[in-house]
Structures are given as C-alpha cells and as structure tokens.
C-alpha cells in the first residue's frame, strides 16, 4: 500500500486557516510583512489553484498570471512536520511496516497480514483498512490521503496517484500489468521530461507500449532503461531502493535581486556550502561529489561536479571546489538570478591526504563551529565574507 498526502502543504494551510478552504491558494516564500516573494517558486498549490493548470515548481510569477486570485501563502514547517508524524503514527497502528519515503508519502507492508485482515469474503481486507487510514487522517490531521493498494511497490506508488485528491485505487494482484498498460509513461515515477521525451521520438507512449518494447532493444540504453521497462509491467525492481537511499544534501538559493557581482556571488556560494557543510557533519557523512549550480536571469541553468580524490565533510575543502566549478561554468558577467552547491558520493573510504593532520584541525574547529551555531543560533559565527551578505539575508 502507498499513502501520499494531498496538496500537502497546501491542505496544511486551508486546515490551519479555514478561510483559505475551497480557494486556489499557492504555498510559496513571503516576506516578514506577509507579502509574497515574487522571484519565488510554488512549493505546492491547493486542487482548486491546479485547475487553472499551476504545477509545484513553477515560478509564482507565473502561477498569478495563470491564476490571479491565487492566494500566496508562506510556509510552516513545523506545522507540516506535526502533521506528517501524525498521518504516518496513524498508519502505523495498522500496518506492521511503514516505510517513509518523504514528508508526505510512505510504503505500508502488509505482508503475510491476511490472516488479521481477511479479504472478503471473510472480511473488509486492505481495502477497509485503507478507508480507516484515510478517514484517521481526515477526522485527526484535518487533511485527505490517497492511497493505492498493489502486491508490487511501483504498482501502489502510481494507484495513489491515479485518482488523487482523497482517492482510493486497488489493483488486484496479477492485474499491475494491466493496469499500468494504459498510463502514459510520464505516471510512472523516474520518468522526468526528457526522458519521456526520448520514449516519445520512440514511438512508445503509454507504459503498455513501453512494457511491449523487446528487451534487446532496451537492454542496449542501460541498466536505467531496464529498471523502468520492468517497473512498466508492475514489477518492483531495485531503481526503487535508490530513489529512497540516494543521499545528496544540496541547498540553492534564489537573489533577490539578479547579480553579475562577483564577491556577491561568492559570498552567497560560501553560505550555502557553510549550511551544506553543516548538514553532513552534523549526519556524520563524508562525501566525495561536488556540484554546482548557476541559473542566469533567462532561467539557462547550468550545472558541473567534480569528484574529489578523497571524501570531506569540511566547508573548507567543498568551498574551494565549489569556487573553481562556478568559475567554470559562469561566463563571469551575465546576471545569475540562483546559485546552488551540493555534495554526494557519501560513505566513500578516505583517502589518506597529505595535509591530514591539517584538514583534522580544520575539521575540528567546523565543528565547534557548528555547536557554537546550535547553541546560540544560525550565524553565531560566520566567515566574514559572509557579512556583505547582512542586508540580503538575515545572517
Ligand atoms: P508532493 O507529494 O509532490 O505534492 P503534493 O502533496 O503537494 O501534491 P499531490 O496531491 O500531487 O501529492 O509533495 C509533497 C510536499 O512537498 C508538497 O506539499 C510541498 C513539498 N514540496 C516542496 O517543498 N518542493 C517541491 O519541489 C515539491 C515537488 C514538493
Ligand atoms: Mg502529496
């Protein structure tokens, strides 16, 4: 089974405002002053916003145009987040596994469970259990949930979806084929843009047609290709257990104001690799993959990496790799309007360095930099080129 919440941030807000309910409201950034951020981006929209064809990830710019009585509403994490524990502590008295995916979605295990839940005609089975999960959310959280039940993950993954919002799809075991067959490819998840176009100029656009293609003829495109192929005819593979355990911390940042300045530009890039370098230390990881991303004013975005010779966790070392990318793939007087850095490659053996006893000391102080941040505040300390930043960000 697979639960995923609707509109979640979105159901959030109407349930924490109920002036908002039944309005096509936008959850994006907004101001001190409660006023909406214009250069930000939709983290999420009401179903009433999404009729007028606004998707999360679009610019909010473009959202008001789409929808102009839109309502911009900022964001509460630690309402989604209350809210989330609560939907998944609800599931949680049914099923004997719950696998979180993300903040709003989770794989439920009711393996070998039949004889608590018979299926009819015995009992309700899965499907009255899914109804009591969704009216829990419903009468606990104050939100919808849709849900898909299938024997195979990828299966239950895009029932959830199919007939969101507050939905309920159950696909019988031995029909996930049948099921999939036809669904464009762009439901199955992992199947970005450019890939569905790729299957496009193929001729293949319903999962069943892509299910159909003979395997020589997928095997030749990768290991990718045949994990999706399989996923087509309903069958779970191990392209699932990636997207799950892939680990990459990233953080990007849009300006205020679009930026050719480069000390600006620098000073932005450093405080994202202080919030990066934070994160991984504080999760213990090292990681050996650097990327880097500069979107200029027409939203062209252009992104490098570097796989370092060793594995870090010191801002020290990502900074200096993260400058020499941006260098690289900024033509250095274009306007950008977002910079964003992110590490990867995690867990990889050390390398023994040289500079070891050097990079141990420098270690060692982004550390006490790090306690000194938690116990008196993001920007107890901070690298002085970051003051310039002062007025842009409240550091
Ligand atoms: P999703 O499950 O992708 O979307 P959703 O719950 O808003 O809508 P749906 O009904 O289609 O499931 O994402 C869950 C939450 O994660 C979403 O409410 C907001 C947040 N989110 C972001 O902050 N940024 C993003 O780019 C996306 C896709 C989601
Ligand atoms: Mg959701």
Same mark, same amino acid.
């Given at each position: 089974?697979?639960?995923?919440?609707? %509109?979640?941030? *979105? /159901?959030?807000? #109407? =349930?924490?405002?109920? !002036?908002?309910?039944?309005?096509?409201?936008?959850?994006?950034?907004?101001?001190?002053?409660?006023?909406?951020?214009?250069?930000?981006?939709?983290?999420?929209?009401?179903?009433?916003?999404?009729?007028?064809?606004?998707?999360?990830?679009?610019?909010?710019?473009?959202?008001?145009?789409?929808?102009?009585?839109?309502?911009?509403?900022?964001?509460?994490?630690?309402?989604?987040?209350?809210?989330?524990?609560?939907?998944?502590?609800?599931?949680?008295?049914?099923?004997?596994?719950?696998?979180?995916?993300?903040?709003?979605?989770?794989?439920?295990?009711?393996?070998?469970?039949?004889?608590?839940?018979?299926?009819?005609?015995?009992?309700?089975?899965?499907?009255?259990?899914?109804?009591?999960?969704?009216?829990?959310?419903?009468?606990?959280?104050?939100?919808?949930?849709?849900?898909?039940?299938?024997?195979?993950?990828?299966? %239950?993954?895009? *029932? /959830?979806?199919? #007939? =969101?919002?507050?939905? !309920?799809?159950?696909?019988?075991?031995?029909?996930?084929?049948?099921?999939?067959?036809?669904?464009?490819?762009?439901?199955?998840?992992?199947?970005?843009?450019?890939?569905?176009?790729?299957?496009?100029?193929?001729?293949?656009?319903?999962?069943?047609?892509?299910?159909?293609?003979?395997?020589?003829?997928?095997?030749?495109?990768?290991?990718?290709?045949?994990?999706?192929?399989?996923?087509?005819?309903?069958?779970?593979?191990?392209?699932?257990?990636?997207?799950?355990?892939?680990?990459?911390?990233?953080?990007?940042?849009?300006?205020?104001?679009?930026?050719?300045?480069?000390?600006?530009?620098?000073?932005?890039?450093?405080?994202?690799?202080?919030?990066?370098?934070?994160?991984?230390?504080?999760?213990?990881?090292?990681?050996?993959?650097?990327?880097?991303?500069?979107?200029?004013?027409?939203?062209?975005?252009?992104?490098?990496?570097?796989?370092?010779?060793?594995?870090?966790?010191?801002?020290?070392?990502?900074?200096?790799?993260?400058?020499?990318?941006?260098?690289?793939?900024?033509?250095?007087?274009?306007?950008?309007?977002?910079?964003?850095?992110?590490?990867?490659?995690?867990?990889?053996?050390?390398?023994?360095?040289?500079?070891?006893?050097?990079?141990?000391?420098?270690?060692?102080?982004?550390?006490?930099?790090?306690?000194?941040?938690?116990?008196?505040?993001?920007?107890?300390?901070?690298?002085?080129?970051?003051?310039?930043?002062?007025?842009?960000?409240?550091?």
């Amino acid at each position: 089974m697979h639960l995923d919440l609707d %509109a979640f941030f *979105a /159901s959030v807000e #109407q =349930k924490l405002n109920p !002036l908002l309910k039944g309005k096509p409201i936008l959850v994006g950034r907004v101001d001190p002053h409660g006023r909406s951020v214009p250069r930000g981006v939709v983290a999420t929209c009401s179903y009433e916003a999404r009729r007028f064809g606004v998707k999360s990830g679009m610019p909010l710019f473009q959202a008001l145009k789409l929808c102009p009585r839109a309502i911009v509403v900022g964001g509460h994490y630690e309402e989604y987040i209350k809210a989330s524990d609560q939907v998944f502590s609800i599931c949680a008295r049914y099923a004997p596994e719950v696998e979180q995916i993300g903040i709003d979605e989770a794989f439920l295990d009711f393996s070998h469970t039949e004889w608590i839940y018979p299926e009819p005609p015995a009992g309700g089975g899965l499907i009255e259990i899914a109804r009591k999960i969704k009216e829990g959310v419903k009468r606990e959280v104050g939100i919808t949930a849709s849900v898909g039940i299938a024997a195979t993950k990828v299966c %239950a993954k895009v *029932a /959830s979806d199919y #007939q =969101k919002p507050d939905g !309920l799809t159950y696909v019988p075991a031995g029909r996930e084929k049948e099921f999939l067959a036809p669904l464009p490819i762009a439901d199955l998840p992992g199947i970005g843009r450019k890939m569905e176009e790729y299957f496009h100029r193929l001729g293949v656009k319903t999962l069943g047609e892509l299910a159909n293609v003979p395997f020589e003829k997928i095997e030749v495109y990768g290991k990718f290709a045949i994990n999706l192929w399989e996923a087509a005819s309903g069958v779970d593979n191990i392209w699932f257990v990636p997207r799950v355990e892939a680990k990459s911390v990233s953080h990007s940042e849009t300006f205020a104001k679009n930026s050719a300045d480069i000390k600006f530009i620098l000073a932005m890039l450093q405080k994202l690799v202080e919030e990066v370098g934070t994160e991984i230390r504080k999760e213990g990881y090292t990681g050996r993959c650097v990327h880097v991303t500069a979107r200029y004013r027409d939203f062209r975005t252009v992104s490098h990496q570097r796989v370092l010779p060793y594995s870090t966790s010191c801002t020290k070392e990502i900074y200096e790799a993260a400058e020499v990318l941006l260098k690289e793939l900024w033509d250095g007087y274009t306007p950008l309007r977002l910079v964003g850095i992110g590490m990867s490659q995690f867990g990889e053996t050390v390398q023994p360095s040289l500079f070891d006893e050097a990079r141990e000391k420098r270690l060692n102080l982004e550390k006490r930099i790090d306690q000194l941040c938690e116990k008196f505040g993001e920007g107890a300390v901070v690298p002085a080129a970051l003051i310039r930043l002062g007025k842009v960000k409240n550091l």
